[in-house]
């Protein structure tokens, strides 16, 4: 049981370019979250989606962008990377709203 | 819009000894309440939540919460640590219902436990 899957680990993207950052999940799990997490700062919520085709903001949503177009899938693009956006990036996803969250292993990236 | 507050950002602690992690709350109503840990270079595993009835939750690894309304306080304990406690713990909330806002949990800015032997 793979849980939540995300790819690529580790990443470096240089100023201006552009990247996404892949999740899938096999649980059959409705909600699905992204989340970035900066030291001492704890996670912040990108962008959140409730079923296939429906997406919302999180706190922080500005230079991202999500699609769900499957119930496995949450893609979260990058476009213009910036230093700003080096972080560890958390891809989640969770039976019910409040049940619980499954976490991936987490994808790094920095923005040269 | 519900907040978090773990006080302490690092806590050191001896191996056989007693722990407990703070967490307080702000939120006009009882939240959904959850303590995460995070190993070095892992995801976040969940360790235990609460919802509502009892108000001492017990959850994996030998870990307990105690929700305390009177304080909004919802701490995490264990009564012996081991080496292999030494992590970072995140407290974080949910609200009862959806609407009014963005949904998914407010996390804390995490306690870094550091296992002394």
């Known amino acids: 049981n793979a849980g939540v899957t995300q790819t690529p680990k580790f990443r470096i993207l240089k100023i201006g370019q552009s990247m996404t950052l892949q999740c899938t999940q096999d649980?059959?799990?409705?909600?699905m979250y992204w989340y970035r997490q900066d030291p001492g700062m704890g996670l912040k919520l990108i962008y959140y989606?409730?079923?296939?085709?429906?997406?919302d903001k999180g706190e922080v949503p500005n230079g991202y962008n999500v699609s769900r177009s499957t119930t496995e899938d949450f893609p979260l693009r990058l476009e213009l990377a910036a230093p700003s956006q080096t972080s560890v990036y958390f891809c989640?996803?969770?039976?019910?709203?409040?049940?619980?969250?499954?976490f991936g292993s987490g994808t790094r990236l920095t923005v040269v | 819009a519900q907040s978090v507050t773990q006080p302490d950002i690092h806590i050191t602690v001896s191996e056989g000894a007693s722990l407990e992690l703070r967490c307080n709350y702000s939120y006009g109503a009882t939240p959904y309440l959850f303590w995460y840990v995070q190993s070095p270079g892992q995801g976040l595993q969940l360790l235990l939540k609460?919802?509502?009835?009892?108000?001492l939750v017990q959850g994996i690894k030998g870990f307990e919460a105690e929700f305390k309304r009177s304080q909004s306080s919802f701490n995490l304990r264990k009564p012996s640590v081991h080496w292999s406690d030494a992590a970072e713990y995140f407290c974080?909330?949910?609200?009862?219902?959806?609407?009014?806002?963005?949904?998914?949990?407010?996390f804390g800015k995490g306690t870094h436990l550091i296992i002394q032997p």
């Open positions: 649980m059959n799990h409705n909600y």
């Open positions: 974080a909330v949910g609200l009862p219902f959806s609407g009014g806002g963005a949904d998914g949990l407010t």
């Open positions: 989606s409730v079923g296939a085709g429906i997406t």
């Open positions: 989640a996803s969770s039976k019910d709203r409040n049940y619980g969250y499954t």
């Open positions: 609460y919802f509502s009835g009892d108000t």
